[in-house]
T-cell receptor, first 114, second 117 residues
């Protein structure tokens, strides 16, 4: 049974056309993360929510936004996708923010920008 | 800033052999966790094994074990009796504490492990 669910599995958008990726979790975890993974590269943390508190990484472009309307759902909004934003986007959750916490990952959304 | 370095972009071994993947990291923190994640072609990130820095004993999970050398900041993964299903990208990662708690994993660039039949 999937615990961290990302939809859709594949998303195609046009250059400059806003796109939203979704993540939901059945674990009731407090923390939700968004990672960007470009082809043959390591996942890179974009931001995370601790409950309702939003934490942005310093080098995350302003083009990337996130919303967490409730505990279960978190959205990644790309306001004006460029060709360089084509990547796998991974959502992950953890129960708390402590360093002993395990992260649970979704299967990712592969974003293509035409 | 924390860094995680994996110096082997790709490795290939025969089925049933033992293989060791290397990882070094850099941190000034005293306590932290280190992880190995497996990412098969499905792209699902799967936790293989984790190690707390304060524990001297190396973690073991069935065929997977680590060699944690804290002074050298080295954290290698050994896979014994390798199987075809072990073929995947393997990422080394660290999780450090900050004022408000951990802020997410920092990953190395990964090692593509291929198990040959």
């Amino acid at each position: 049974d999937a615990m961290v669910i990302q939809n859709p599995r594949y998303q195609v958008t046009q250059f400059g056309k806003p796109v939203t990726l979704s993540c939901s979790q059945t674990l009731n975890h407090n923390v939700m993360y968004w990672y960007q993974q470009k082809s043959s590269q390591a996942p890179k943390l974009l931001f995370h929510y601790y409950d309702k508190d939003f934490n942005n990484e310093a080098d995350t472009p302003d083009n990337f936004q996130s919303r967490r309307p409730n505990t279960s759902f978190c959205f990644l909004d790309i306001r004006s996708p460029g060709l360089g934003d084509a990547a796998m986007y991974l959502c992950a959750t953890s129960r708390e923010r402590g360093i002993s916490e395990k992260l649970f990952f979704g299967s990712g959304t592969q974003l293509s920008v035409l | 800033a924390q860094t995680v370095t994996q110096s082997q972009p790709e490795m290939s071994v025969q089925e049933a052999e033992t293989v060791t993947l290397s990882c070094t990291y850099d941190t000034s923190e005293n306590n932290y966790y280190l992880f190995w994640y497996k990412q098969p072609p499905s792209r699902q990130m799967i936790l293989v094994i984790r190690q707390e820095a304060y524990k001297q004993q190396n973690a073991t999970e069935n065929r997977f074990s680590v060699n944690f050398q804290k002074a050298a900041k080295s954290f290698s993964l050994k896979i014994s009796d390798s199987q075809l299903g072990d073929t995947a990208m393997y990422f080394c990662a660290s999780l450090l504490g900050s004022g408000g708690g951990a802020d997410g994993l920092t990953f190395g660039k990964g090692t593509h492990l291929i198990i040959q039949p």
